[in-house]
């Protein structure tokens, strides 16, 4: 990161008392959390957790900085270095949510990976639409199942049709998915890959914010 800004925009995940995930929050928000003491880091080293207050965090930092300078993004104040933690817990947090996953095109186009769910061409998010694969015409619904990602060319050749009426064939078969699908996203990035045990577990759909 070349800069605070973007530093503080970096992802968090919150868990909450019980180590259960809540959300994921950017790194502005989740040291203020840290500052007035509502919640501390949770590490994971050599296998084991660890947890910091703000104090012992700023502290360790400054160990990391030296050791792995490149294994964390880097929060650069007047005073001090401090390392932009992965995972916090709320120290007075015991409810677990329970939310459903928004059915929104932001996540639709998440779900299906920017890939047109007939021809499998990975385009931009400007360079797709939604297509109904049962049309709204013939009583086709909005919903998770019966929507999905599609090109413009693919989007023209189906038209109002069914797509085996139209020689297509759905790639993938569209379905609600269980989390947010651009928190799945994440996870398969290297530095967010210390969240995965945590939500492994999580019984709900955790939300971005």
Request: glycine share 4%; aromatic share 10%.
């Amino acid at each position: 990161m070349d800069s605070n800004g973007n530093v503080l925009s970096c992802n968090v995940l919150v868990l909450n008392r019980h180590y259960q995930a809540l959300r994921v929050v950017n790194a502005k928000r989740a040291f203020s959390l840290l500052f007035r003491r509502l919640a501390e880091v949770v590490a994971i080293e050599e296998d084991s957790y660890n947890t910091y207050d703000f104090e012992s965090w700023a502290q360790v930092s400054q160990l990391r900085r030296e050791l792995a300078p490149d294994g964390h993004d880097w929060l650069y104040t007047v005073r001090l270095t401090i390392a932009v933690p992965r995972i916090i817990r709320l120290l007075f947090y015991d409810r677990l949510p329970r939310r459903q996953v928004r059915f929104n095109r932001r996540n639709i186009y998440a779900r299906d990976h920017n890939c047109c769910q007939y021809c499998g061409r990975r385009s931009s998010t400007s360079e797709l639409s939604l297509d109904h694969v049962v049309p709204r015409s013939r009583g086709g619904k909005t919903t998770w199942d019966n929507v999905v990602c599609c090109c413009t060319a693919c989007n023209v050749k189906k038209g109002g049709r069914l797509p085996g009426e139209a020689g297509m064939k759905l790639i993938t078969k569209p379905v609600k998915p269980r989390r947010s699908p651009l928190l799945h996203l994440r996870l398969g990035l290297d530095k967010y890959a210390s969240w995965k045990q945590f939500l492994d577990h999580a019984y709900w759909s955790v939300e971005l914010h």
